[in-house]
């Protein structure tokens, strides 16, 4: 199965080069999958960080977006531009653990399977309330995944996942939760979905009360969002 992994960039530089790394010699991709890198709107120096990995290394393609357009517009750029079997969304500010990527591509054999998503893990960066609290988050999450899993109920995408290319050609461009939509996309078509919980990507969590609220609105916007659009 050839691969091609999608990476959707805004002002990333303190990471890209981290995860690029990561996916080119830690991940054990094969000679003929690509890693596509959409840079949107950027100001900082994560286009030149990009281009230099695929200076030095073919697989690596960067593609830039002048101005910022949201994550749903670098994700169909990366649709339309991945000649991969199977496409492995990753966010750019993540980090996958050792064979995550394999874990991912390994449940993709299974015919009626059409998207496999990994388990994502926040860096415990402090004691406080909120950093309990999403931590506690989390874990609930691959509590609800796994029981979800086991009963052949999935029907949500996580950080990182991984598609059949064909499931889904293009996102309407206000899309805010791209991993809910494809995800119902893949269901309406009887495609099923898989967790992996040995497939770990390591994210970033909210710091303040402030922006894990925020972020929790954001989400539920979305999924109502993704309601109304379907």
Same mark, same amino acid.
């Given at each position: 199965?050839?691969? #091609?992994?999608? @990476?959707? &960039?805004?002002?990333?530089?303190?990471? @890209?080069?981290?995860?690029?790394?990561? @996916?080119?010699?830690? !991940?054990?991709?094969?000679?003929?999958?690509?890693?596509?890198?959409?840079?949107?709107?950027? #100001?900082?120096?994560?286009?030149? /960080?990009?281009? =230099?990995?695929?200076?030095?290394?073919?697989?690596?393609?960067?593609?830039? $977006?002048?101005? *910022?357009?949201?994550?749903?517009?670098? /994700?169909?750029?990366?649709?339309?531009?991945? =000649?991969?079997?199977?496409?492995?969304?990753?966010?750019?500010?993540?980090?996958?653990?050792?064979?995550?990527?394999?874990?991912?591509?390994? =449940?993709? !054999?299974?015919?009626?399977?059409?998207?496999?998503?990994?388990?994502?893990?926040?860096?415990?960066?402090?004691?406080?309330?909120?950093? *309990?609290?999403?931590?506690?988050?989390?874990?609930?999450?691959?509590?609800?995944?796994?029981?979800?899993?086991?009963?052949?109920?999935?029907?949500?995408?996580?950080?990182?996942?991984?598609?059949?290319?064909? /499931?889904?050609?293009?996102?309407?461009?206000? #899309? @805010?939760?791209?991993?809910?939509?494809?995800?119902?996309?893949?269901?309406?078509?009887?495609?099923?979905?898989?967790?992996?919980? $040995?497939?770990?990507?390591? /994210?970033?969590?909210?710091?303040?009360? &402030?922006?894990?609220?925020? !972020? *929790?609105? *954001?989400?539920?916007?979305?999924?109502?969002?993704?309601?109304?659009?379907?």
């Amino acid at each position: 199965m050839r691969l #091609t992994v999608g @990476i959707c &960039s805004y002002n990333e530089g303190a990471n @890209i080069g981290h995860l690029l790394g990561n @996916i080119l010699y830690e !991940q054990e991709l094969s000679a003929e999958s690509e890693v596509l890198v959409v840079c949107s709107g950027c #100001t900082d120096n994560t286009v030149e /960080i990009a281009q =230099k990995y695929a200076e030095k290394d073919s697989r690596v393609k960067v593609l830039v $977006e002048n101005e *910022r357009q949201g994550k749903a517009s670098a /994700i169909n750029l990366i649709l339309a531009n991945a =000649k991969g079997d199977a496409i492995l969304f990753v966010s750019a500010d993540t980090l996958p653990h050792k064979g995550c990527f394999s874990q991912l591509v390994s =449940k993709m !054999q299974v015919p009626n399977v059409g998207i496999v998503c990994g388990r994502p893990i926040p860096i415990k960066r402090s004691n406080s309330l909120v950093g *309990r609290l999403v931590q506690l988050l989390w874990h609930f999450h691959d509590r609800v995944f796994k029981e979800l899993n086991a009963a052949g109920l999935a029907r949500h995408a996580t950080e990182i996942f991984c598609i059949r290319k064909g /499931i889904v050609d293009k996102m309407p461009a206000e #899309t @805010i939760n791209d991993d809910a939509y494809i995800a119902l996309m893949a269901k309406k078509k009887r495609w099923l979905i898989e967790y992996e919980p $040995e497939s770990c990507v390591s /994210i970033c969590g909210p710091e303040t009360f &402030s922006d894990y609220l925020k !972020q *929790r609105r *954001r989400i539920l916007y979305g999924h109502h969002q993704v309601k109304k659009l379907t």
